[in-house]
């Protein structure tokens, strides 16, 4: 059973940037997909950035040119670097694998 931490998040300005992590157990990243997820307050939980086990990428619309989705095979660590925050970006970031592995999220708020 996949379990899953986040850490990283904060409290940014706009244009601000953050690096979040997620910290893998009991599975290998080599193996399965995971992504990071995003839920604004009263809003539904939506993707954000995804990597393939193979290594591929996707990043959402509203992210794409600013966020950066990676990984570290030999920690199993899953990133997801955030650059030029906008205040839309607030939310809570969880690290999963849906429909039943998530982590328990980390915080980002960017406001001035």
């Known amino acids: 059973q996949l379990q899953l931490v986040e850490s990283g998040g904060g409290v940014v300005q706009p244009g601000g940037s953050l690096r979040l992590s997620c910290a893998v157990s009991?599975?290998?990243?080599?193996?399965?997909?995971m992504g990071w997820y995003r839920q604004a307050p009263g809003k539904e939980r939506e993707l954000v950035a995804l990597m393939s086990s193979g290594g591929g990428s996707y990043v959402a619309d509203s992210a794409k040119g600013r966020f950066t989705i990676s990984r570290d095979l030999v920690n199993n660590i899953l990133y997801l670097q955030m650059n030029n925050l906008k205040p839309e970006d607030t939310g809570m970031y969880y690290c999963?694998?849906?429909?039943?592995?998530w982590g328990q999220g980390t915080q980002v708020t960017v406001a001035s």
């Open positions: 999963g694998r849906p429909p039943n592995s």
């Open positions: 009991g599975g290998s990243l080599d193996y399965h997909a």
